[in-house]
C-alpha cells in the first residue's frame, strides 16, 4: 500500500506508523536488524522524531505480518526461526512464488514484462557496483514485479509477506560483490523461463530458483 501523502491531519498521522514500519522492513529485509534483536519503542520514537505512540503501531503491524514478536518479557524483536521453522517458511514461500512464475507466464503483458526488465537492469547495476543495500532492494523489487504481473493482489501480497519474513536469512548469503554478480545472473535464466510463456517452464525454473536461494540461506545461517 502506497504512504498516503494527504495534507489532511488525520492522514498524516496514519502515515506516520506505516512510515516506520515501512522503513523497519527495509532494514529488517536488509539484514541491518538481526534476528532476535529487541526493537526499542524509545529509541526508534528519539530516531524518527515522534511519541512513542506510532511506533507502538507500526510494531504491531510487524508483529502481525509475523516480521516481529512479541517477547515473553516487555519488548518487540525481530523474528528468528528454528531451521525446522526456516525450512517450513521456504517450502511454502518456493509454492507461491512458483504459482506467480505460473501465472506471470501465460499473462504476460507488454508493460509487465518491462517492469521485470528495468527491475533486473537494476539488479545488475547494483550488483556490478558491489552495492549490498541496493542490491537488497533491486532484489526485492524484481521478485515483487512478478507478483505484480499476475494481476493477482491477493496472491502477491501473500507471496511479498513470505519474502519479507525470510529477509534477513536471504541477505546473509550475500557476502562479496561476485555473490551479487551470481545472484543477478540467476536472474536471467528464469526471465527466460517466465518470457518463454511456458507454464511448466516457468514454474520449474522458479521453483529451481528459489530452491537454490533457500540452500544458500540455510548454510549462511
Not at 556490478?128 to 521478485?143: Q, T
Not at 493477482?152 to 501480497?157: G, I, K
Not at 554478480?181 to 514454474?203: G, M, P, R, V, Y
Request: hydrophobic share 40%; charged share 25%; net charge negative.
Amino acid at each position: 500500500m502506497p504512504l498516503n501523502r494527504s495534507d489532511d491531519l488525520t492522514d498524516t498521522k496514519l502515515s506516520t506508523p506505516h512510515r516506520i514500519a515501512q522503513a523497519l522492513m527495509d532494514e529488517i529485509s536488509a539484514g541491518q536488524l538481526e534476528p532476535g534483536q529487541r526493537l526499542d519503542e524509545v529509541g526508534l520514537a528519539e530516531r524518527f522524531g515522534v511519541s512513542r505512540t506510532p511506533v507502538r503501531e507500526a510494531l504491531s503491524r510487524l508483529t502481525a505480518q509475523g516480521i516481529a514478536v512479541q517477547g515473553e518479557r516487555r519488548g518487540v524483536f525481530v523474528a528468528q526461526y528454528s531451521r525446522k521453522e526456516l525450512g517450513q517458511i521456504f517450502e511454502a514461500m518456493h509454492e507461491i512464488e512458483t504459482a506467480c512464475a505460473r501465472i506471470v507466464s501465460q499473462r504476460l503483458d507488454l508493460l509487465n514484462k518491462s517492469e521485470i526488465l528495468a527491475a533486473q537492469a537494476e539488479c545488475v547495476a547494483a550488483a556490478e557496483a558491489g552495492d549490498l543495500n541496493r542490491y537488497l532492494k533491486a532484489n526485492e523489487a524484481f521478485h515483487v514485479a512478478i507478483y505484480a504481473a499476475t494481476g493477482n493482489p491477493y496472491m502477491a501480497e501473500m507471496a511479498l509477506e513470505f519474502r519479507l519474513r525470510t529477509g534477513p536469512f536471504r541477505a546473509k548469503r550475500f557476502k562479496t560483490k561476485e555473490d551479487l554478480i551470481a545472484s543477478a545472473q540467476s536472474h536471467q535464466a528464469l526471465i527466460d523461463d517466465i518470457f518463454s510463456e511456458d507454464s511448466i517452464t516457468a514454474s520449474k525454473g522458479m521453483r529451481d530458483h528459489m530452491t537454490a536461494s533457500f540452500l544458500q540461506a540455510l548454510k549462511a545461517s
